[in-house]
């Protein structure tokens, strides 16, 4: 069964801060990797897009590392900031398809 | 939010009553998704649509209608077949041209009492 993991569930950290979230997927065969972010009460916005041949890829603050071998994917923050204070959202599309398959999320939450 | 509104943000209706969610994209794009969000749970597809006048039923379609009579727009209809229809309803959009990246509107909060 194709499907999207991550962890932690929540995270707490303190303004200005790193934090690295993770996300294992089982979908085969793969073509995209996308992170989301999404503010409470609003539809996701993506972050980073990856393909199977990529290894990483960053945006502003925020960089996506993919490993297609062992179906891993983390998201890291660097220097948090309170907006940073949301639901990211690991999905993972699977290959000659438009369905994308979705996690949990992890909810993180940046305090001054 | 890119160029997908949904409306209302929030709405609120008696159980047994149908309700209409409306969703419109100005990205002139071919697809458009309709998604379920609970809390703890990753986003369900219920119904998508590739082209006009053409749908189809997602994972949990039961329930739910919808019509695809314009590009632009892709109303979901909550029936009130649907068992537990309060949730958070995202409607979305793509287009093969851009590794089908799916774009997202604001979302609607529905409350079923």
């Known amino acids: 069964k194709n499907q999207v993991e991550q962890s932690p569930q929540s995270l707490i950290i303190l303004e200005g801060k790193n934090c690295t979230l993770q996300?294992?997927?089982?979908?085969?065969?793969?073509?995209?990797l996308r992170w989301y972010k999404q503010d409470t009460g609003r539809g996701p916005v993506s972050l980073t897009i990856?393909?199977?041949?990529?290894n990483t890829k960053s945006n502003g603050r925020y960089t996506a590392t993919l490993d297609a071998d062992t179906k891993q994917s983390s998201l890291h923050i660097t220097a948090s900031q309170l907006s940073d204070s949301a639901s990211y959202i690991c999905v993972v599309r699977g290959y000659n398809t438009d369905k994308l398959i979705f996690g949990t999320g992890t909810r993180l939450q940046v305090f001054p | 939010d890119g160029g997908i509104t949904q409306s209302p943000k929030y709405l609120f209706r008696k159980e047994g009553q149908n309700v209409t969610l409306s969703c419109e994209q100005n990205?002139?794009?071919?697809?458009m998704y309709w998604y379920r969000q609970d809390p703890g749970q990753g986003l369900r597809l219920i119904y998508y649509?590739?082209?006009?006048?053409?749908?189809q039923k997602g994972d949990i379609a039961e329930g739910y209608s919808v019509s695809r009579e314009k590009k632009e727009s892709f109303p979901l209809t909550v029936t009130s077949a649907q068992k537990n229809p309060t949730a958070f309803y995202l409607c979305?959009?793509?287009?093969?041209?851009?590794?089908?990246?799916?774009?997202f509107g604001p979302g609607t909060r529905l409350t079923v009492t």
């Open positions: 649509s590739q082209i006009v006048n053409d749908f």
């Open positions: 996300c294992n997927y089982t979908v085969s065969p793969f073509s995209n």
């Open positions: 979305a959009s793509s287009t093969s041209t851009d590794s089908y990246e799916q774009y």
């Open positions: 990856m393909t199977f041949s990529e």
């Open positions: 990205l002139n794009h071919d697809a």
